[in-house]
Structure formats: structure tokens, C-alpha cells
């Protein structure tokens, strides 16, 4: 069994080639989970380090990720995992590869990554703009731990600090607009970029708290764009719940940069349970 | 070289399992394509038909797609292809498989998919409001050949009317709002199911078309999720281009049924030509 050993980004997603070619080996940092399985958008982030690895080594120029769809099987515990990479084609602009995570030989996640260069070109066209928030010092750190004693390591090493109006729920008071917003930033200082992007886009806690509902929200399916790289400093994020009906959630979350500039953008399918009841309040019509 | 027998939607979509078990043949229908290249949520539509049949096959009573998310290689042209589909994981409340289309031996689109049941349940939130549109006489037939002269063959198969306050692009005069908002039906009246739900989430043009933009945007990436099984009658329809920058956009698409009640979600990650200068108008903050 692994312990926490709470590693830096880099070190709690690094992934080491096999001699034999056949793929990569990676040990799963009990200090990304949530209880005992970690996060989905840090696996989506090791998924990617092993493709843009496995690319360059195919002589891809093709750093970034800019598109990553996850599909989650079976959640996989902290410890020891093999990801295999499939460069399915190398192009000019973009290049599409696969990369698939098992762990006890049982196939627990796999990702369709389009790699390519992101640029700093200004936007042309941004109906995304960064939200308002308070400064980050008025808004209020997540505790490592859930209301019910569970472990959220993943906030020892992501310190992620919401806009109180938004965290009523910790109160037990949902507001009922199935939005959270906030910053996240490393524990450590370590700075975004395009790779760890991917893990801001799942760091937030499920927007279905700010509706009232409780408990694990697990992920079916998780889309990643990584629109720039970002400026140094904490990201401001927005997770939104969009529509919960028979049994399952999509939510939206956006990333922007220290310069108010988007850098990612994720979409994902997952179950919820609800309470009995409508949820604590409605939004209104937008 | 196939002709085009501009069949219904079953017929174009249909995929027959070869004798030796191992994928499906398809005669992709020019019927459905833009150009020589058939639609992308046509290709997802047809990968799904081949996804739900395989699992069936396999034992696994989950006739739906949930959501698929779509990575396009190469695009193929009308005629033959060959689909093959991995049942990945068969579970109690989801499946997940991929199908890949192949043309010439030549990989051109995979798909990962997660199939389930959906359900008639009510929606217990829901933060997308059907849009406000002018009743389906009022809106604006879509032509079958582009202002330079493409055909687009899909246009004659499902009939798309566009609110004209959002089609000001095709006399010339962009709105600048980035989106576009209408009705679409299968020509023939095929009532929606949720596997054409699929192609309605890709059958609207670019939404860049609004803000002064010409010409193809490919698509790298398309995720959609179904939500539920279409009511009889037209789809309503929104597409909105949200940022674009450094020669990509992402799109959403959002289609509701004729009871108001939302049916699909897609966003997709494409690339996109911009003209010098900025944007026909810049929509206001939101």
C-alpha cells in the first residue's frame, strides 16, 4: 500500500518509461485523492504527461495539450498503475494520440488527446470574460477534510479558495445556483501551465453542493480544452452545474489566468444523487 | 465512387456486421456530407449506431448513448468505410466502448463512448432554459449550396431554419453575437431518436459565420452528451462560438425537443481562419 507522500506536481504525475518500450509505469500519489482514489483531473494530467512524452519520442513538436476526453471505467486506487500511449497520427497543426491507465490489469481509464502548440496570440473573439471575484484574501480556504471525515488530500497540495457568496453550502445553506468560484493555486508555488490545466479543470468540489446535494459525484466523462498557457499566479475558476435529471449532472468549468485570460475550459458527465424535494432554491432563468 | 441515394437517416447510418465477427461495413451516404466530406455528427451518429449494436451483441442492455466524444483524424469521403467497436467495460449503470472508422485502411475518426438508459425523469435542475425563437414559419430555410457555391448535401436530409436575427451573416451582415439559434427536422419527418440526436448536436453551420468568419472549421474534438429521448416534432437548436483565438474556437451546441425539455449538449474544439481586424461586433459582456 503507497503512503502519502505528497509529492509536487511533477513528481506526483510523473511517468517512467518501460525498458521494454511497452509503456509507462507510474505510482499514483495518495496526495491527489479524494479519500482513497484519485482525482480525476489529475489523472487526465499523468494521462497527458505520458502522451506528450510518448509524442516527442516520436518526433511530434507538439507540446500542449489542446483537447483531452477522458472516459472513467473503474476508479483506480493510490499506488502503482501502467499507462500505455498509441500515437494515432502525427500531423502538421495537431496530433491525436491515446492514452489508457490499468491498474491489477483491470482497464480503469483512458483518454483521446489532440496535442498541438498553443500560441499567445490576444483573443480575437471572448465571450468567456473572467468572473468577478473578491480579492483572494476575502475568499475562504477548503479544509482538507470532507463535513462526514473524509480525507481530501487533493487540498493539501491545491489550495483552492472560494468566493464565500458560493460556499454557503459548507454552512449548510446552499445558495441553489449550482455555481462555485474561486481561486486555486499550488500549495507549494508551483506555476500552471498547460499540463496541470487539466487538473484545475477537476479540482473544484462538485457545483451540485451549492444545490444541496451531498456525496461523491463520480465522473463518466471529462472534456478538456486548453486554450493558452498560463501567466504566473493562482487561477480563478468557475464550476457550474447545468442540468441534473435522472440521476446524472453535466458541469462546466472554466479556468482563467492571473491576466483574465481563459486558459481552460472542461465539460463532464457524471452521476449525482438527489435529495427527495427540489433542490434548496432555483436559478433564475438566464 | 458512390452516388448519392440520399437515404433516411437509418439507412445512412446503417452499419452491417461482417460474417467473421470482426467490425461493421458501412457505405458512408454523400447524402450527409458537406461538400465530398460527410458531417461529423453524422460519422458520431453512425459510430454510435455501431457502438449500440455491438453492445447489445455483447449481452449489455444499455441502448443509449450518454456521451461520446468524438477525435477526428482525417476526414473521410462518401462511400465505403469500416467501423470497428471494443466493448471496454460492461457495468450495471454504464457501459463504456470506442468505435474507430477506418477508410483505406487509413484511421479517420475514433470515439469513445459511455451507453446507459435514459430516463423520463423529470429535471430536478435545470439551468438551461429553452431559448426564445419566432415560430418555425418565421425562421429561415437554409439553402443546399454555400454562397460560394459548395453543396451541402446535408442541408436537402435534415431541413434547418434559422431565427433571422441570427442569420444576418448570410446576406452579408454579421450580427456579431457568435451565435446562432433556429429549428432543425429530419426532411423525411423521421421523428428524433437519441442516436440523431448526435447528428443534430453538428448540423448547424459555425457559429464564427456571426461574427464575419468564412469557410470550413474543422473539427478536432466533439463531445456529446444525451440527455434525454426526444419528444416528437423539431429540435430547437442553439450554437455559440465562445473563444476564439490563435486559429482555434470552441463551439457549444445545445438542442431541446418540442415539449421544451433539453435533449443534447455538445461543445467542440475547432479550427477556424479569422479575417484581419477584429470581429464583425463584439457581443456585450455577459
Request: net charge negative.
Amino acid at each position: 500500500m503507497a503512503v502519502s507522500h505528497n509529492g509536487s506536481f511533477a513528481e506526483a504525475t510523473a511517468v517512467n518509461r518501460r525498458a521494454d518500450g511497452s509503456g509507462y509505469d507510474i505510482d499514483l500519489d495518495p496526495g491527489w485523492a479524494i479519500g482513497d482514489k484519485p482525482n480525476g483531473g489529475y489523472l487526465t494530467a499523468t494521462l497527458a504527461r505520458a502522451a506528450v512524452l510518448e509524442a516527442a519520442r516520436a518526433g511530434v513538436d507538439h507540446p500542449h495539450p489542446l483537447a483531452v476526453s477522458t472516459t472513467f471505467l473503474r476508479a483506480p486506487d493510490a499506488g502503482p498503475a501502467a499507462v500505455e500511449v498509441t500515437v494515432l497520427r502525427a500531423g502538421r497543426g495537431a496530433s491525436q494520440l491515446q492514452a489508457t491507465l490499468r491498474q491489477h490489469d483491470r482497464l480503469c481509464v483512458t483518454a483521446l488527446l489532440t496535442l498541438g502548440t498553443l500560441t499567445d496570440d490576444a483573443a480575437w473573439w471572448d465571450d468567456l470574460p473572467v468572473p468577478d471575484l473578491p480579492s483572494i484574501e476575502d475568499c475562504l480556504l477548503l479544509p482538507d477534510t470532507s463535513p462526514v471525515g473524509v480525507p481530501i488530500h487533493l487540498m493539501r497540495n491545491v489550495h483552492e479558495r472560494l468566493d464565500p457568496s458560493t460556499l454557503a453550502w459548507g454552512a449548510g445553506k446552499p445558495a441553489g445556483r449550482g455555481e462555485l468560484r474561486g481561486y486555486a493555486a499550488f500549495a507549494d508555488g508551483t506555476p500552471w501551465e498547460p499540463l496541470s490545466v487539466l487538473l484545475a479543470l477537476d479540482c473544484y468540489p462538485p457545483a451540485t453542493f451549492d444545490l444541496g446535494t451531498a456525496g461523491w459525484v463520480p465522473t463518466l466523462e471529462l472534456t478538456c480544452y486548453v486554450r493558452g498557457v498560463p501567466a504566473a499566479g493562482p487561477l480563478r475558476v468557475r464550476q457550474r452545474a447545468q442540468l441534473v435529471q435522472g440521476s446524472r449532472v453535466d458541469e462546466v468549468c472554466e479556468v482563467w489566468d492571473s491576466s483574465g485570460r481563459l486558459v481552460g475550459q472542461a465539460t463532464q458527465l457524471a452521476g449525482v444523487r438527489t435529495p427527495d424535494g427540489p433542490p434548496a432554491a432555483r436559478s433564475p432563468a438566464t
